[in-house]
């Protein structure tokens, strides 16, 4: 399980001129670790960790998966509309699990929510929920499909510093289960001390990479 990019370009027309949104990118997650990516507005992280998902595709490079991607994203996109546990499950509907296949994951579904701290919160609706189990819910989901890699863009921007710390310790210990590379980018540097590892990035270039 681990997530390469491997001399990856990501450019894009604005107006007359090029802009570069990742030069020459070569970085690794590797299994069972914990990778922060740091940097201004504007560095290139959401670029890294877009292109890292499959949702650009770079100009030119490789990127190599070694296995499914789950998405951690800034805000939860929960739907109003649907219980706690249908969160989760919309996922296996969007893989295209229909009737008892489907019907069948609701206890996957229910260890995935005990997992993140949410036991028994399977029925609840969205406004029952505090912002922090909002983003519990949001880590569960994308665990469903057993991702070997997860992709975390900004989590905790919205929770205060204890919660942070909450969900970055949760993310630890999922990583470390599950054996998932697990890449988070964060403007939050008091969190770093959790990380394995911490790349800095500047004008679409990693300028470092540290030991946490």
């Not at 296996?92 to 579904?109: E, K, M, S, T, V």
């Not at 470390?176 to 500047?202: I, P, Q």
């Amino acid at each position: 399980m681990s997530l390469t990019l491997d001399h990856v370009m990501l450019t894009y027309a604005d107006g007359e001129s090029t802009v570069t949104a990742l030069d020459d990118v070569s970085f690794t997650a590797p299994a069972c670790g914990m990778t922060a990516v740091v940097g201004e507005s504007g560095s290139g992280k959401s670029s890294l960790l877009s292109v890292a998902a499959g949702l650009l595709t770079p100009t030119s490079g490789r990127v190599c998966v070694d296995g499914e991607v789950g998405l951690i994203f800034q805000q939860a996109n929960l739907l109003g509309s649907l219980t706690v546990r249908d969160q989760l499950l919309i996922t296996d509907h969007i893989r295209g699990l229909r009737g008892r296949a489907l019907r069948g994951r609701n206890g996957h579904a229910d260890e995935l929510l005990e997992r993140v701290g949410l036991a028994g919160f399977g029925h609840r609706r969205m406004g029952q929920l505090s912002g922090g189990q909002r983003q519990r819910v949001n880590i569960a989901r994308a665990l469903m499909g057993a991702p070997a890699v997860l992709l975390a863009d900004e989590p905790t921007s919205a929770l205060d510093t204890a919660l942070a710390r909450e969900i970055v310790d949760l993310l630890a210990g999922i990583t470390r289960e599950t054996g998932a590379a697990t890449v988070m980018v964060t403007h939050d540097r008091s969190l770093l001390a959790a990380f394995d590892r911490v790349v800095e990035m500047r004008d679409g270039r990693i300028l470092e990479s540290l030991s946490a």
